[in-house]
């Protein structure tokens, strides 16, 4: 499975984006589905994810409320919606997939995409 994310930017305070990501080789409705970011000098951690059997998705309490989780399988993709962007949401941010059930833990993932850069700045 290759992942390819996109859609990350400069972006100001309390703004919005929408990350998606691409999949090849097999479909995403058989896969679990998680994002993840990366600041500078920090540990990878879990933002979200979505289960393939379950239908049900998982945020982290960082960006519950404010992070939308969704699938696409008609273009085989996943997509994050962010709103309400604050600096603190600055990072790499990752797609992932797994074909066991979703997890927090980065180790938990088979497949990676390369990453796309949220710039959250005034």
């Known amino acids: 499975v290759q992942l390819q994310a996109s859609g990350g930017g400069l972006v100001q305070p309390g703004g919005s984006l929408r990350l998606s990501c691409s999949a090849s080789g097999r479909m995403l409705s058989s896969l679990s589905l998680g994002w993840f970011r990366q600041a500078p000098g920090k540990e990878r951690e879990f933002v979200s994810a979505?289960?393939?059997?379950?239908?049900?998705?998982y945020y982290a309490d960082s960006v519950m409320g404010r992070f939308t989780i969704s699938r696409d399988n008609t273009k085989n993709t996943v997509n994050l919606e962010m709103n309400n962007l604050t600096p603190e949401d600055t990072a790499v941010y990752y797609c992932?997939?797994?074909?066991?059930?979703?997890?927090?833990?980065?180790?938990?993932?088979?497949?990676w995409g390369q990453g796309t850069l949220v710039t959250v700045s005034s």
């Open positions: 979505s289960s393939w059997s379950e239908g049900r998705t």
């Open positions: 992932a997939a797994t074909s066991s059930g979703p997890g927090v833990h980065p180790a938990q993932y088979e497949y």
